[in-house]
Every structure is written in C-alpha cells, then in structure tokens.
C-alpha cells in the first residue's frame, strides 16, 4: 500500500430511515492501486461508492482525499476535485451524442489542469467510431464504456467504478480489465464493485468483503474466498462464483 493514502475513510455510516447501509466501514486507497469491493445484494457496494462521490452525505464516520476532509461537498465538486465514479445503471444524455456526452463532463467536471483529450479518450475505449451516435441508441455494454469515459473526461485521481463488467462477453473482459490495470499504472486510484471474481482477480490489488454495511474481510481475493465468513456470506447467494 503506498505510504500516504490518497483516500482515507473512517467509521463511515449512511442510513436509510432506521436502516444503516453503512454501519462503519473504514479503509484507505493509495495511488496507483486498485482496492475491489465484493460482497452480496444490498450489503452496501453502491451505497459507499454514492457517499465517497458525494451523490449523498453520510451519517457519521470521517472522509479525507489527498490529506484534506471531504466535507458536505456535491459530486460535481468532487469531480474537479479529482473524484469520479460510474453508474450501476448508466443514465447519460439519451438524445445527445456518445462525444457530446463526454465533452459535458470534460467541460464541467474537470479539474485546473489539461483538458482531456476527448477523441484519443473514446479510441481508448473502443468508442471512436460510435462518437456520433446517440446515447440512447447504444447497447448497454456500450453505455458502461460510455459511463466510463464520462468519469474519465474529468481526469479523476480517484475512480469508482461499479459493475462496470456486468454483460460483457471474455474478450471484453479481458480488455476492460487491461484499460483498468493500465488506469491504476498511470497513477489512478480505483475502487472496483464486482460481482465476478475472475474480472477482481485480474485487477484487483486487494478486496474488501462487506455484508450488511459492514466489512467482514479485507485482504487478497485468493484469501477471501477461503475465509469462512466470507464463505457463509455467499453462500445461498446469486453470485457466489
Ligand atoms: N436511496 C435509498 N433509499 C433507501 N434505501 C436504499 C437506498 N439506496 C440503497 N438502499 C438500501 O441500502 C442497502 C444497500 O444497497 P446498495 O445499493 O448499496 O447495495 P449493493 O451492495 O450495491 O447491492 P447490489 O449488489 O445489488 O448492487 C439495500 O438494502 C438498499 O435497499
Ligand atoms: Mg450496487
């Protein structure tokens, strides 16, 4: 882990009327690593990557990015200040263009700095040639991408990716997991929400299991799955492989 983490979470709660999301869930994320979160329907994947981007303030428990608190801020703050994140479900600008979708966020989100170079973005991701296009006439592997070089436009320190490969078929897989490892190269920090363990094994550095809000493992996703708890946890759940 590198020495001076770029996010730093602590105790971090979120309820819902009496019902905590997040019932204290700390852990920190360095540059250039890739941290996965795991863990079974509703145990509260979603809900930390919406409180970390800012799209809903916590209930208790501390957030510092780059030394300095995440106070009350929204996600467009975030977003220049270097925080970004995608969609479970995308929802882009359906009548607008795959470009001009991207050139939005590049033009609001995006920090002091050098603007991304949005044509050598949507090549990167496989998305030059459907630029024209509109966002609604997209599949939705190809929103997921979409969703992505919105986050990406905005030159994010820290992304927050979730369930970013959820229809994609092996060889995309293994291509998406390639453009994450090479984000996290170039200095990214990721936090990864999936469900398949292949996609975390080729990305991830380490995983956080979590269940009811809670984190009940934290380590390498080959110690995980050997972890008794974590084993009980999905067992009897849709995804346990
Ligand atoms: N805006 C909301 N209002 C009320 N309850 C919510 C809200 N968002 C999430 N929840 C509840 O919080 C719990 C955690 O939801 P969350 O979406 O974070 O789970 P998840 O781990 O991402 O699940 P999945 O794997 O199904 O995406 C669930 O019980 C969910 O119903
Ligand atoms: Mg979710």
Request: glycine letters at 12%.
């Amino acid at each position: 882990m590198s020495p001076e983490p770029l996010l730093e979470i602590a105790g971090l709660v979120k309820r819902f009327g009496g019902f905590r999301a997040l019932d204290g869930v700390s852990f920190s994320l360095g540059p250039g690593e890739v941290l996965g979160l795991v863990g079974p329907n509703g145990s509260g994947k979603t809900t930390c990557i919406n409180v970390i981007s800012g799209l809903y303030a916590p209930d208790g428990g501390e957030m510092r990015f780059a030394g300095r608190p995440l106070g009350g801020n929204a996600m467009h703050r975030r977003a220049r200040l270097g925080i970004n994140r995608t969609f479970q479900s995308p929802r882009p600008f359906a009548s607008l263009s795959v470009r001009q979708n991207v050139e939005l966020a590049a033009f609001y989100g995006h920090a002091e700095g050098p603007r991304a170079d949005i044509p050598a973005l949507l090549a990167s991701l496989d998305l030059d040639s459907l630029a024209p296009r509109r966002a609604e006439d997209l599949n939705s592997a190809q929103q997921k991408l979409l969703d992505l070089a919105r986050a990406l436009a905005t030159a994010p320190r820290l992304l927050l990716v979730d369930e970013l490969a959820a229809g994609l078929n092996p060889a995309e897989l293994a291509r998406m997991a390639e453009r994450l490892r090479a984000l996290a190269r170039g200095g990214m920090a990721l936090l990864v929400v999936e469900h398949l363990l292949g996609f975390l094994e080729s990305v991830t550095d380490r995983v956080i299991v979590m269940n009811a809000g809670r984190e009940i493992f934290e380590g390498d996703l080959s110690a995980a799955v050997r972890h008794p708890e974590v084993v009980r946890v999905f067992l009897g759940s849709d995804h346990a492989g």
